[in-house]
C-alpha cells in the first residue's frame, strides 16, 4: 500500500542522476505544431504532429531525419492519425487511422490492414508487439485485444467493462506504454495495471492507497444530488482519481496521478520494493506535456521553448551552462527534449 500521509516517502531532486537538453532542429520542412504523442526508439525521436497530421523524426542530437505526412484520401493515404507506434523489430511506423492500420518504411507504404469489424467498427490506440502483432483498444467498446496482421483477424479480447459512472472521472488520454519488450495497457481508474504481450491482458500490478482509493459506485451513491463539476472537485480533492500516465523499465515502476488536486509522481523501485513519492515540478511537468520513459531509466519530456523557459527557474538540477541554454532558446524554435536520468536505486535517497 502507498501511505500518501507518509511525509518520509516524498523526495524532490535527489532521484534525479542526471539531466541533458536537446533541442530538435528547426526548419521549414520540419516545422512542429501541436505534439499529440512521442516515440522514442533506437536513437530516433518520433513525434505525432495532431496539427498537420503527420510524424516528424529526428535524431538523438535533435538533428531532423524525415517527415512521414500522407493525409489524404488516396490509397497510400490517410485520413486521420488516431494513434501510432514503431515496431520494435522493424523500426516501420504503424498508424491506426478511422478503420485499417497503415505501415510505412520512412514515406513509403508497405501494406495497409483492415482493422475493424461489425462488433468494433473503430479502435483508438495501438501498440507493436512484434512484426505480425499488435495491441489494439476500442475506446467506445471499452475492450482491448490483439491484432495479427498477417491473418487480419483479433485474438483474445480483454472486456473491461467499466461502469458508466467511471466516464465521469477524468483519466490519461493514453492506455498503452511500451520500453523495448515490457508493454502495458492502464485506463486510469481503477488502478489496475495490465501487462500486455503475445499472451493477452493479465493485471500485472494494482496501486492501494488505502484511504484515499477512489470508490466510484460507492460515491456516486451517496451523491447524487451533485451536478457533475460538483462531483468531479469533490473526487478531485479528496481521492486518487486516476493514473495520468504509467511508465516501466526493468528496475522502475512509474505512475503519474492526480491526488488533492495536483499531481504526483509514484516511484516503485522493483529491486529494493521501495517506493517514492514526487509532487513537485517533475510530477507537474509530466502530468502536462508529452512524455516517455526508455529502458536506460530516463524520462523524456517534450516542451516548447516558451514551457521550458518558464519551468527552468524552478528546475534546480539544471546546470548554469543547461540554464544558459535554455536562456537562449529561440521563442519561435521547435520544442525541446528534456531528458532526465533517474536512480535507479532509491534506499540511496
Known sequence: MVDLDNKDL??????????????????????????????????????????????????????FIHKLNKHGAGPDEYRNILDFDVNPQTNNIEILDLRK????????????????????????????????????????RETGMLY?????????????????????????????FRNGDIGLYYHGYPYDIYQVSENGFEVKYKWDFGKYNFNAE???????????DQSRRLIQMKYVHCLVN???????????LAFEGK????????????????????????????????????????????NLKRASERLSFLSSDQQKTIADLDLEANPVILSIKLQENLTKN
Open 10 to 63: 516524498f523526495i524532490d531532486d535527489n532521484i534525479i542522476a542526471n539531466t541533458t537538453i536537446t533541442p530538435l532542429s528547426t526548419s521549414n520542412n520540419c516545422l512542429v505544431g501541436r505534439i499529440e504523442k512521442m516515440v522514442i526508439q533506437d536513437g530516433k525521436i518520433y513525434l505525432q504532429d495532431k496539427q498537420q497530421k503527420s510524424i516528424i523524426t529526428f535524431n538523438e542530437n535533435g538533428d
Open 101 to 140: 492500420l497503415l505501415v510505412y518504411n520512412t514515406n513509403k507504404l508497405i501494406k495497409t490492414y483492415k482493422v475493424s469489424s461489425k462488433e468494433y467498427p473503430v479502435f483508438n490506440n495501438v501498440m507493436c508487439l512484434g512484426e505480425d502483432k499488435n495491441a489494439i483498444y476500442s475506446f467506445g
Open 148 to 176: 495479427s496482421k498477417e491473418s487480419e483477424d483479433f485474438s483474445m479480447p480483454m472486456p473491461f467493462n467499466y461502469p458508466k459512472y467511471i466516464n465521469n472521472v477524468p483519466t490519461g488520454a493514453d492506455k498503452f
Open 218 to 228: 460507492d460515491f456516486y451513491s451517496k451523491n447524487t444530488s451533485k451536478s457533475l
Open 246 to 256: 504509467v511508465y516501466e523499465s526493468k528496475s522502475l515502476l512509474l505512475s503519474t
Open 263 to 306: 499531481p504526483a509522481l509514484i516511484i516503485y523501485d522493483k529491486t529494493s520494493k521501495t517506493i517514492r513519492i514526487n509532487k513537485g515540478l517533475l510530477a507537474g511537468m509530466l502530468a502536462s506535456f508529452k512524455a516517455t520513459f526508455t529502458k536506460d531509466n530516463k524520462l523524456h519530456i517534450c516542451l516548447t521553448p516558451q
